[in-house]
């Protein structure tokens, strides 16, 4: 089909937050408040730090400031797969921390199963589904990453499935597919912006005080304790906790390590069960292919299809503009590959495209640390698996505001930094010799030139 008929109807917004019962916002801050804890930044991020501090001492006075709504960034624009690693990957996280992949893989799949009791203790509506996910190899190099997989997870203990060509298809039937890993437990799939809203409920039942509309402008010491300076008043708290993502950051230091990077997603009008039947899909499985730049998709509960990744754009300068979340030439390629990928949806229509800024840092998940002599803490660099993730950095916030030592602030992954991306101009030179040379690697039977096994060595690229 001709991607741009199929993207003819295709509003220019976030399916997830174009509904008719997206929530009233929380009024803005008027004048000043104090605070025991004040959290800055209305994504998930923020919002499980509000709850989970709430949780550890029902008499902390938690303030959660949003500079604009709650939901209307990454948190309302991903994918919804909510993934129990928290090492964007058991590739990535054996290789950065061999000898914790083991506490890591527990701590993750531990943080998934918590993350579903909260949402069945606080009635969220929000289609959490424990589909596992799927991996696929659509070129036969990838096959031998996907048996790599499959030992180091039965190594671990954890129940995947290693599938050749037609058992693979007989989960979802491609003529792309050449064999796949079925990770049965380890994925959810969710509506990302009503878990964010049913957070935000949950929060304001258990006292959190909740300002839309208040951006935060700056940080500063105030002797005994912390003022975030806003545009109509001042929040002092005695600690505070950053979950500010990929927007300027309150902290400099933080620049040297986070990126942004666009993703783009589209998504298909319902499918009738005729239709459907055509490709399969009886286990509801969240997809991702096996290139280095990927396709992540899976169902609604309606039966679209959200189809979104491949590129990943950084905007030379490292620069934020709303008009970056509108790109054409990506959507006409998604398209592409959609209909390459399920030739048998011939006609299918897509209603809405979007993208949006995630951010990145160089070892492509979170990193943790704390400013202000420990009364300041933040996660950041999630690398779009941030639904499940964000969870768990919460708790490494908390953790580090409590100045106890905890199973979680013992880790590596918790203790050290990501390397630092140059200065522009050579940071944009770097990235974009980076992507080019990932294109150049999926086009070449896998194989990494020069500059990507350089990166490999320093422990320092870029990932799609």
């Known amino acids: 089909m001709d991607p741009l008929k199929s993207l003819a109807d295709a509003e220019r917004k976030p399916y997830w937050l174009d509904r008719p019962d997206v929530p009233d916002p929380m009024p803005p801050l008027t004048g000043g408040t104090t605070a025991d804890l004040a959290v800055v930044g209305g994504g998930f991020s923020g919002l499980w730090t509000a709850l989970l501090a709430k949780e550890r001492d029902p008499s902390l006075d938690v303030v959660l400031v949003e500079g604009h709504r709650i939901a209307w960034a ?5 994918g919804g797969f909510c993934e129990a690693s928290i090492t964007h990957g058991l590739a ?3 290789e950065r921390w061999p000898d914790e992949i083991a506490v890591l893989e527990r701590l993750g799949r531990q943080n998934l199963t918590e993350i579903e009791e909260s949402i069945r203790r606080y009635g969220i509506d929000c289609s959490f589904t424990r589909t596992g996910g799927l991996r ?5 190099w990838q096959l031998a990453a996907l048996d790599e997989d499959a030992a180091a997870y039965a190594e671990l203990g954890l129940r995947v499935d290693r599938l050749d060509r037609d058992q693979v298809r007989a989960e979802l039937d491609s003529p792309t597919y050449l064999g796949g890993l079925w990770d049965r437990d380890g994925v959810a799939t969710v509506d990302p912006a009503r878990l964010a809203w049913g957070l935000r409920d949950a929060c304001l039942r258990l006292g959190v005080r909740i300002y839309e509309y208040t951006p935060v402008r700056a940080v500063r010491d105030a002797g005994g304790l912390l003022e975030l300076v806003t545009p109509v008043g001042i929040v002092r708290a005695r600690r505070v906790a950053l979950g500010t993502g990929v927007f300027p950051p309150l902290l400099r230091r933080l620049k040297w390590f986070v990126v942004p990077v666009y993703d783009y997603a589209l998504i298909t009008e319902p499918l009738p069960e005729a239709r459907l039947a055509e490709i399969g899909w009886r286990n509801r499985q969240g997809i991702a292919d096996s290139g280095n730049q990927f396709h992540y998709y899976r169902l609604t509960d309606d039966n679209r299809i959200l189809w979104g990744g491949y590129d990943a754009v950084y905007y030379s300068g490292g620069l934020i503009k709303a008009e970056y979340d509108q790109r054409d030439a990506t959507f006409e390629k998604l398209a592409r590959h959609f209909f390459e990928t399920f030739p048998q949806l011939e006609g299918v229509r897509f209603t809405h495209r979007w993208g ?5 840092c160089s070892r492509f998940c979170a990193f943790f640390g704390t400013a202000f002599g420990s009364r300041l803490a933040y996660a950041v660099g999630y690398t779009g698996l941030g639904v499940g993730a964000t969870r768990f950095g919460a708790n490494v916030m908390l953790d580090l505001l ?5 199973e979680r602030t013992r880790l590596r992954m918790v203790r050290e930094k990501p390397l630092p991306f140059p200065p522009e101009p050579l940071r944009s030179g770097v990235i974009q010799l980076t992507r080019w040379s990932i294109a150049r690697a999926d086009a070449h039977q896998g194989k990494r030139n020069l500059w990507l096994r350089t990166l490999d060595a320093m422990g320092l690229g870029f990932d799609s």
């Open 74 to 78: 990454a948190t309302g624009r991903n």
């Open 92 to 94: 990535n996280g054996r």
């Open 136 to 140: 696929v190899a659509t070129q036969e």
């Open 356 to 360: 949006g800024v995630i951010d990145t």
């Open 402 to 406: 409590s100045g106890r030592e905890t």
